[in-house]
């Protein structure tokens, strides 16, 4: 195997050693409540702009968030993790992302799962007592012994009336896509996490290797992109790819088609394969 092989299959396996991880804007590693060393002076900018992760129980409605990863501020909004909601809880996308201005109906059709009854019952109580609810407390002591944690993704906006069924972000570590590449890429090139890799633009990413625009010419251990996101191809055969795959799944192995994001059509249509040079992987030029 030569060296450049060597390289691109650790890129691989420390991508896929990944797989689980959270899906949290802003992040490159950080493990709540454990320290990180994504705090350390190597990346002392991100430290500075309030990437920092904190972990937090506050069971009032108005911020709500059991047992739940937060990064404050970025970008200037409060941000808090969903806990991979949807890959986690293996359940339909209705029934772990619930809308507080609909009462859920009773109806058999619509009966939730044993395991989530206890927070239906009290989703329904709060539907109730607005516009008391910003007060109301969660009290359901029984929830939590299920691992099924309620959260809200933020306080203000239109989304600030749903609540997401999640996973315990407690030693979970969390990325968003750019910092996923970031962190893998420095762990196997023995670099910083926040070094000389761009955070947009297809123009500053081909720093890194030629863009290819074709899925034929694609290695695994590549990039593949398009405007608002990046992942790791984990097979070119194929085309598999690992990606922080956004707040419903979190890090994980999916075809290149697969995206939680409304943009997938873009993702299919308008994407750019980034074939990583030699350079980049700290290898001598190949002199052929």
Avoid at 135 to 152: S, V, W
Avoid at 176 to 198: E, N, S, T
Wanted: charged share 25%.
């Amino acid at each position: 195997m030569s060296d450049e092989d060597r390289i691109r299959d650790d890129i691989v396996r420390t991508a896929r050693s990944l797989i689980g991880a959270h899906y949290l804007a802003g992040t490159f590693g950080q493990c709540p409540p454990h320290s990180d060393d994504a705090t350390t002076a190597s990346i002392a900018p991100l430290a500075q702009q309030g990437r920092t992760v904190i972990f937090w129980t506050k069971r009032e409605w108005r911020d709500l968030m059991v047992r739940a990863a937060m990064i404050n501020p970025y970008r200037g909004a409060t941000l808090r993790c969903c806990g991979r909601y949807a890959a986690y809880a293996n359940l339909p996308y209705q029934q772990v992302k619930l809308d507080l201005s609909q009462r859920l109906p009773p109806t058999p059709a619509s009966t939730p799962p044993a395991r989530l009854r206890g927070f239906y019952d009290w989703f329904n109580r709060i539907s109730t007592l607005r516009p008391n609810a910003p007060t109301e407390a969660f009290r359901d002591p029984a929830f939590g012994a299920r691992d099924y944690y309620p959260r809200r993704h933020c306080t203000e906006g239109s989304d600030a009336r749903f609540v997401y069924l999640g996973e315990d972000c407690h030693g979970k570590m969390h990325f968003d896509c750019v910092g996923f590449v970031f962190y893998v890429f420095a762990r196997v090139l023995h670099r910083p996490k926040y070094f000389d890799l761009p955070r947009s633009g297809l123009g500053r990413w081909t720093e890194v290797g030629t863009d290819q625009s074709n899925l034929t010419s694609c290695q695994r251990g590549d990039l593949f992109l398009s405007a608002d996101h990046v992942a790791i191809v984990a097979s070119s055969s194929n085309l598999r790819l690992i990606h922080a795959n956004g707040d419903q799944r979190g890090v994980e192995e999916t075809p290149f088609n697969v995206r939680e994001s409304p943009s997938t059509s873009t993702w299919r249509n308008n994407f750019h394969v980034i074939n990583l040079s030699r350079r980049f992987l700290g290898l001598p030029d190949d002199p052929h």
